[in-house]
Each structure stands twice: as structure tokens, then as C-alpha cells.
DNA sequence: TCCAGGATAAACACGT
DNA sequence: TACGTGTTTATCCTGG
């Protein structure tokens, strides 16, 4: 496990510490030499992970901040959790100081322990939140600690870097769990740029905002990996989207031009298609706009955004009228801005072609087969030939009609009726109005889009992949094969 | 060269 | 009407 600098790091596995039943002491008569060359070798690699400098066979080392994995009933709560922060050299701290003596032909142990004092495990807490602390020995404390989970180490900052952090309520609190190490990995994404990275926590780098500072450009986490942390330090993992805005523009390259919205685009993409993040509702007067951090990225991290990965949770808010509405728009807008690029280039290449008008351009392609061989946009207004129907379909959005594309089709046969529509024109309200009355049944398991138990994979339908993610009829088709990302989730 | 991941643009509907 | 928000799709770029 690699740890930086100010971070917490939770070692669930440390090295086997010597038999302290009474003290600290080894027992030569009990382990032969070769195992305390392997534990002194053990711990000379977890020292030197967690503090190079002083990781050499003689040096003084003092663990910093240390506590036992495990916290007080009263603090078990999920994500984030408060943890007071002490200093190194404060020995009232309750946490053990460890000053390894090492002596390859000591006979003793090279673990000394002090006798401050030192909190007992399992932990509890005062009313006012601070940890208990108990005067106990500390080998026997810390021992047992290591015995039940092992401990949660703050890695001491160097001087020369120390200038460079600022404290943040970050460091007001821990996170533990599997999703601790996740996220030392999402804050530190690229080792090579942690340094310059703006995903090291509480960084301040001199050179943030600079023009033409590309590494810090390169370093600068993704979207999904920004909302992540973003949410992460968040109360209750919540923010509204403006927070979120506001955070990005301050902890990330990508909001370098204020003037420009396009990352906001982006960062609202994101939200929407990562089913890492959920919209948070019922929250009073900032209902509608709050996104939350779900259970499983709090639990497992986050992953790409390009997988267009749905929480099932989701599914819900999609059963709505609203949704369904949302998405049909949406999906008009990405099929109207397929078209508007088809449009472009179709400009474009009347512009470079003397003899061949962009109509013309468009009829040849047409009938070529390919990429743009067949869809006819759902919004008449941007089609050149609205009424041309085409060999196969570009999108599962859109089906042929029966007599163009029979029942025998494969795929046709998987389509329920009612799902075969397509959209030469965009719809009246009325349309709209009679496909929502008419042919979504709410009550089937299936959700949205009917019984989809009955629909083998590779069925095409009104919903996308996400929408599929949203879909309990759908959890059975989430192979590799069926789906053209899989959910991890 | 191909593919996956990420970023971005564009479009739309809805709500305020 | 303007703007913010949420959703979806397409495309470009980059790195493996």
C-alpha cells in the first residue's frame, strides 16, 4: 500500500509486532531469529512506505497520529467521521509513539514503546465527541489493536511540503472502510504528477491557475473523479449543483475560463450519466438541485462515466411522467445534434465539392449503409429528407415500420408492438400525451418499458443503456455481451 | 490501427 | 422570455 504525505492511511495487515503479553520484549526463546529478521525486515518496509527518511535500521521513528481501526458506536457512521487531530509531538494525544531501536544483533526487542497514555480498544468517546483515553501501557493497547484491525496512521507531512497544504475539513475528519484506499487512490490518481496534482488533498500549488501549466493540466482529475472528492468531503455527501460548480472552479484546471459554461455541461453530464451520484430529493427548498454521493461509490469509489453506468435506485424517479419526458428529450437532442453534425459536414463537403450538393451528398450516403446510412432525425425541421425511410435503423431509439422491417427481423421480433415507434416528425404534445396514456403500463415489473423479462438480449427499446441500468427487467441482461458497458455497481 | 476513456458540444424539455 | 437544470447523443482527442 503506497501513502503519502498528510494523508490517512489504514493498515489492515501491519507486520506481526513482537509478543508483548507483559511488555514489549521479545521473547528469543519463543521465535528463532530468522522470524525476527522477517518482522524487522516487515517493519523496515512499512517505515520506510510510510516515512522514507527515517526508515533506517537505527533512526529514531515516532509514529504520528495512530489509532485503532474501529471507532465508538456512537461515531459508526457511514462515510465520512469525525476524528480529532492531534500532533506528533503532543504525548497527550493517545496514541502511541513507537521509537524503534533497531539492533540487528539485539537480543532485545527493537520496539520500544513510551508509557503515555494512550486510548483503549475498542474506543470509546466522551460526551463531547473527544476520545476517551485511558492510562494504559501502550504495548498492550496498541498490540490488541493491531490484533482486532490494525490502525489508521497519519503519514507525517515533510517540512519542505508542509507549505503546500492547507487544512480543510478534510483533515477534521476520516474516512474508513475499503473505500479509504480507494479514495488515497482517487487523490492520488497519477503518482508521477502528485506533486503538482490538484487531486492531492488540501493542495495549494503556487503555480495553480498559471497559464501553460501543462503538467498541472495533466494532472487534473477527471469529472467523475472531481465529483467524487468533491462529495466525499461534503456533508452528508450532498451538494447542490451550484456548490459543485463552485468547488470544480476552485479545485480543478477545468474551470479556467469563467466565462466558459462548457465544463458546467460536463460536470452536469456527469452527474447524469455516472451512477455514482444520485439526485437528492425531499430536502426542502433545495429540491431538484442536490446530488448525492450513492451508498456503492461511497462503499466501492467511483468509475468511469463513459460506462454510462445507472444506479438501479434510480429507477424510481424514472418511472415518472417527468423522466420519461426527460428522456425522450434528451434523446431527440442527441439524435437533432447527430443531425445538425451530419448537416455540417454535409456543408462542408458541398463546399469541397464542386459537383455534388449536400441533399445530394446526403441521398448517396443513404443508401450507402454505414454510420449515418439510415437515420432519419425525430425532428422533421432538421432532416433534408424527413420522409425517407431508411434500410435499418441508426439508433435503438427509432424503428422501422413493420412493412420496412418485418416481424420476422430478429430483433423486430423481440420488440413489443408498442414499442415500435418512430418519430419522422417530432410528436404534438397530444402524441405524447396518448403514448403516455397509452402504452406505459407502470405496474409491470418490467418498469418503463414493459415486461422486459420477456425481451431477450439484444432487444432494442425505447431506453438506453442507463435506462436499462434502471431497469429491474433488465439487471438479467447486464452480461458483457448483452450490454455495451457492464455495470459494476 | 483499433479501442476505451474522457471531454466537449449540441439539442431538447421542463421549471422558475 | 431568459436562464438553470437534467438528459441524451455524437464527436473529437488521447493513450494503451
Redo the contacts with the bound molecule.
Keep these: 500500500m503506497e501513502v503519502f504525505p498528510g494523508q490517512w492511511a489504514s493498515f489492515d495487515h501491519l507486520p506481526i509486532l513482537p509478543n508483548n503479553d507483559n511488555n514489549c520484549v521479545i521473547d528469543q526463546q519463543q521465535q528463532s531469529s530468522q522470524n525476527t529478521q522477517q518482522q524487522d525486515a516487515e517493519w523496515s518496509g512499512f517505515l520506510r512506505s510510510i516515512e522514507p527518511e527515517h526508515a533506517v535500521a537505527g533512526s529514531e521513528f515516532e509514529l504520528p497520529d495512530c489509532k485503532p481501526n474501529g471507532l465508538p458506536d456512537a461515531m459508526a457512521t457511514p462515510g465520512f467521521r469525525p476524528f480529532p487531530m492531534h500532533t506528533s509531538s503532543d504525548s497527550s494525544c493517545g496514541f502511541p509513539a513507537f521509537s524503534p531501536q533497531h539492533s540487528a544483533t539485539q537480543s532485545m526487542s527493537p520496539w520500544q514503546v513510551s508509557t503515555a497514555p494512550m486510548m483503549t480498544y475498542p474506543p470509546t468517546s466522551n460526551p463531547d465527541g473527544s476520545w476517551a483515553q485511558h492510562q494504559q501501557t501502550h504495548q498492550h493497547s496498541f498490540h490488541d489493536s493491531l490484533a482486532q484491525g490494525g490502525l489508521c496512521i497519519q503519514v507525517p507531512t515533510p517540512p519542505q511540503t508542509a507549505a503546500l497544504h492547507h487544512r480543510s475539513n478534510l483533515d477534521q475528519m476520516f474516512y474508513e472502510g475499503p473505500a479509504q484506499a480507494h479514495f488515497n487512490e482517487i487523490m492520488h490518481c497519477d503518482d508521477e504528477h502528485f506533486e503538482h496534482s490538484a487531486m492531492q488533498p488540501n493542495f495549494v500549488d503556487d503555480t495553480f491557475g498559471t497559464d501553460g501549466d501543462d503538467e498541472a493540466d ?1 494532472a ?5 473523479q472531481l465529483l467524487y472528492r468533491c462529495l466525499m468531503e461534503a456533508p452528508e455527501h450532498t451538494l ?3 456548490e459543485l ?1 463552485e468547488w470544480i472552479a476552485q479545485h480543478s484546471q ?1 474551470a479556467k475560463d469563467p466565462k ?7 460536470v ?6 455516472n451512477a455514482a451520484f444520485e ?1 437528492a430529493t425531499g430536502n426542502g427548498t433545495k429540491k ?4 448525492r454521493l450513492t451508498d456503492h461509490a461511497m462503499r466501492d469509489g467511483v ?6 453506468r ?1 444506479d438501479p435506485k ?1 429507477k424510481h ?2 418511472k415518472g411522467l ?2 420519461l ?14 443531425a ?3 448537416r455540417i459536414k454535409d456543408m462542408h463537403q458541398a463546399r469541397s465539392s464542386p459537383y455534388t450538393s449536400a441533399a445530394e451528398h446526403h441521398r448517396r450516403h443513404r443508401h450507402r449503409g454505414g ?2 446510412s439510415g ?1 432519419i432525425s425525430p ?1 422533421s ?2 432532416s433534408p429528407r424527413p420522409n425517407m425511410l431508411s434500410s435499418g435503423p ?4 427509432f424503428f422501422p415500420l413493420e412493412e420496412e422491417y418485418p416481424m420476422q427481423h430478429p430483433s423486430n421480433l423481440h420488440t413489443p408492438p408498442q414499442l415500435q415507434l418512430r418519430y419522422d416528425a ?1 410528436p404534438p404534445k397530444s402524441a ?1 400525451e396518448k403514448f403516455e396514456l397509452q402504452h406505459i403500463d407502470f405496474n409491470n415489473r418490467g418498469g418503463l418499458f414493459g415486461d422486459t423479462d420477456d425481451m431477450p438480449p439484444g432487444t432494442p427499446s425505447l431506453a ?4 436499462f441500468m434502471s431497469d429491474d427487467g433488465m439487471q438479467s441482461l447486464l452480461s458483457p455481451a448483452m450490454s455495451r ?1 457492464q455495470t459494476i455497481f
Design positions: 495533466a487534473d482529475p477527471c469529472y467523475a447542490t449543483l451550484k460548480y477545468k466558459s459554461r462548457g465544463w458546467q455541461n460536463s452536469r453530464h456527469n452527474l447524469s450519466m439526485k431538484g438541485s442536490l446530488w468509475i468511469s462515466t463513459t460506462r454510462y445507472k434510480r424517479e424514472r417527468l423522466a419526458k426527460r428522456q425522450i428529450s434528451g434523446a431527440r437532442g442527441g439524435q437533432a445534434t447527430r445538425a453534425t451530419r454510420y449515418d437515420f425532428m425541421v432538421h441508426a439508433s435503438p431509439y417530432p405524447l438506453t443503456d442507463a435506462s458497458e
